[in-house]
């Protein structure tokens, strides 16, 4: 089965609490086992993540990263068998400033190798942090992978709410949410690949105006599962040859 993405979400919370409770995707359904459910968590400031829904095993992919006002990680999990209108939820999120925002982008991924699931190389996980101040301008970093048919995904998330996050050329967005009047946006891409890659682009196009907004980016590489070896008849005994006569 070549890699596909079965079936993605997005969900945005913000709170003027000093507290988000938590944030949940609904609904996640999946016609085939064995994917790969992978999870983006975008929160400005501090708090406790914990993530439970689809009756899976959590593993934490990316550790906490980003700075001051906006941080991410990631974690996945493996569905044994297909999920029906799963749901998927973290929390909670503590801030130390007047206004809170969490995100909550769920991917998952058919065709993907459940034994060893991530590209080995060494550029993988991306994680970069900056402050950007330009409209139109592009964050982005560099991946390269070891295996040939991999999925790249990437996130981004910023404090900023005048549209940050428009999708990479290539890339094809799976989520964007901006436009909030007080709150932050965050988006999500993929782009499959047939081949290793050397140095390739991890971007998202900032539509911020906001001068000294803080954003996070995050990028990944699942690999595909192995094709199945090909098997042939043993046989044990002598080879017995028959002759048929015309």
Do not use: C
């Not at 590209?119 to 970093?141: E, F, K, R, Y």
């Not at 954003?215 to 002759?243: C, E, N, V, Y």
């Amino acid at each position: 089965m070549p890699l596909s993405i079965e079936v993605s979400g997005f969900a945005i919370n913000v709170s003027s609490a000093s507290e988000v409770s938590g944030l949940t995707v609904s609904g996640i359904s999946t016609a085939n086992s064995n994917d790969i459910v992978y999870v983006w968590v975008g929160q400005t400031y501090s708090g406790t993540v914990a993530i439970s829904g689809g009756g899976l095993t959590w593993t934490q992919r990316i550790p906490i990263f980003g700075q001051g006002g906006i941080l991410g990680r990631s974690f996945y999990g493996i569905a044994a068998s297909t999920l029906s209108n799963a749901n998927i939820t973290v929390g909670s999120f503590s801030n130390s400033g007047s206004k809170n925002y969490a995100y909550l982008a769920v991917v998952s991924v058919a065709g993907a190798n459940t034994s060893s699931p991530f590209d080995g190389n060494a550029s993988i996980p991306l994680t970069l942090s900056g402050t950007g101040s330009v409209q139109g301008a592009a964050q982005s970093g560099v991946v390269s992978t070891t295996n040939a048919n991999d999925i790249l995904l990437a996130f981004m998330a910023t404090a900023a709410y005048s549209g940050w996050g428009y999708h990479a050329s290539g890339w094809t967005q799976l989520s964007q949410t901006s436009g909030q009047t007080t709150g932050g946006s965050a988006a999500t891409e993929y782009l499959i690949v047939s081949s290793a890659q050397t140095s390739a682009p991890v971007s998202f196009v900032s539509g911020s105006t906001a001068a000294g907004s803080l954003w996070i980016l995050a990028g990944d590489a699942i690999q595909a599962a192995s094709a199945a070896a090909p098997s042939f008849f043993q046989h044990s005994g002598p080879l017995r040859l028959k002759r048929f006569n015309r």
